[in-house]
């Protein structure tokens, strides 16, 4: 079945520092990738995401590529703010089939300091 | 915009009691799960539904059951509440349509089971 596989933290940066947060897939075919943002004490939110190859999927400055070549979808970010600061989930389909469930991984933590 | 709502934050049981979590989505969402998420694991999936009365159990039913009797509520069920099961509780939500993989997710509710 799909998995997938993120760099575990945490990432400490300080402001204005560039970011990156690895994260690698296995799938069938070519699954819609996702980035969830999960601030302290709140639920997941959608970031981003992308539904075919070479997608680009962007949001609040981070930008993730889907690369079917590598099987990565690596968050990146130019410039960390303090409010940046929550655990960033990479997650895909579990299968193909329609409303089926998100394989996460682990989780990673930023924390950014000013 | 979506919104799941949870009928609990914070919950505190007692070893052996019955646990009732509410989740409602108001987007007339056709899919439902249930997530729990511990420290180092990420989430995973309890169960989920798919339709009213229909219920699909995931990575880690045991222990759990749910109730799905109109389309916009989703309960999970802790029959008799154990100290391994104090964790964070996720409920999300998604269509079956065109973005049908995209879920929306609860604030969470956080349970500690004395």
């Known amino acids: 079945g799909n998995s997938v596989t993120q760099m575990e933290g945490p990432v400490t940066l300080s402001e204005e520092a560039f970011l990156t947060i690895n994260c690698t897939y296995t799938?069938?075919?070519?699954?819609?990738l996702f980035w969830y943002v999960q601030y302290p004490g709140e639920g997941l939110q959608l970031l981003l995401k992308?539904?075919?190859?070479?997608d680009k999927g962007s949001n609040k400055g981070f930008e993730a590529t889907y690369r079917k070549e590598t099987t990565s979808f690596h968050l990146e970010k130019g410039s960390v703010q303090v409010s940046d600061s929550a655990v960033y989930f990479c997650?895909?389909?579990?299968?193909?089939?329609?409303?089926?469930?998100?394989?996460f991984g682990k989780g990673t933590t930023l924390s950014v300091s000013s | 915009d979506v919104k799941v709502t949870q009928s609990s934050r914070y919950l505190v049981k007692r070893t052996g009691e019955k646990v009732f979590l509410e989740c409602v989505q108001d987007m007339d969402h056709e899919n439902m799960f249930w997530y729990r998420q511990d420290p180092g694991l990420g989430l995973r999936l309890i169960y989920f539904s798919y339709d009213v009365k229909m219920k699909e159990k995931g990575d880690i039913p045991e222990g759990y059951s749910v109730s799905r009797e109109k389309k916009e509520r989703f309960s999970l069920i802790l029959e008799s509440a154990s100290t391994n099961q104090t964790s964070m509780y996720l409920c999300a939500s998604s269509s079956t349509g065109g973005a049908s993989e995209t879920q929306y997710f609860g604030p969470g509710t956080r349970l500690l089971v004395l």
């Open positions: 799938a069938t075919g070519y699954p819609s």
């Open positions: 997650a895909l389909p579990k299968s193909g089939q329609a409303g089926t469930a998100l394989i």
């Open positions: 992308a539904t075919k190859a070479d």
